[in-house]
């Protein structure tokens, strides 16, 4: 099973965690978990207006072995307006690049953040992944 939680924080908000909102699915091989803008495609939604998250940004897919990886799904532009980093629990956060693919592995937790380039704006996603 992923569980994951999704906080949209602003300057003014940094620390708050009202408005969180969760999701999982089970370890089944080709499960997904989608978060971005669009509400037809992802589970996790952020506000319409933050436009440095895309439509569909990053896709959560379960491998047939029953591990989970992430993605950061590359959108219309060559360059994004924001950018994601990911910090597994007790390992120093690193930067994902651009439509890059990080392993989750069994029974850890972090956190991946997309940052706004332009503002003080980001979307915390927490995850725990069962082992």
């Given at each position: 099973?992923?569980?994951?939680?999704?906080?949209s924080?602003?300057?003014?908000d940094?620390?708050?965690?009202a408005?969180?909102?969760?999701?999982?699915?089970?370890?089944?091989?080709?499960a997904?978990?989608r978060?971005?803008?669009d509400?037809?495609?992802?589970?996790?939604?952020?506000?319409?207006?933050?436009?440095?998250?895309?439509r569909v940004?990053?896709?959560?897919?379960?491998?047939?072995?029953?591990?989970?990886?992430?993605?950061?799904l590359?959108?219309?532009?060559?360059?994004?307006?924001?950018?994601?980093?990911?910090?597994?629990?007790?390992?120093?956060?690193?930067?994902?690049?651009?439509?890059a693919?990080?392993?989750?592995?069994?029974?850890?937790?972090?956190?991946?953040?997309?940052?706004?380039?332009?503002?003080?704006?980001?979307?915390?996603?927490?995850?725990?992944?069962e082992g």
């Open positions: 099973m992923l569980e994951l939680t999704m906080a924080v602003s300057g003014a940094a620390g708050a965690t408005g969180m909102l969760m999701a999982d699915a089970p370890s089944d091989p080709g997904v978990l978060v971005g803008r509400q037809a495609a992802c589970r996790l939604v952020t506000p319409d207006d933050w436009l440095f998250v895309s940004h990053l896709e959560f897919l379960c491998a047939p072995d029953g591990t989970w990886q992430v993605t950061w590359r959108g219309s532009q060559a360059d994004p307006s924001s950018e994601v980093s990911l910090a597994l629990t007790g390992v120093q956060p690193q930067r994902l690049p651009y439509g693919t990080a392993r989750l592995p069994h029974g850890s937790s972090g956190e991946l953040v997309i940052q706004d380039r332009t503002g003080p704006r980001s979307v915390n996603v927490g995850f725990y992944h």
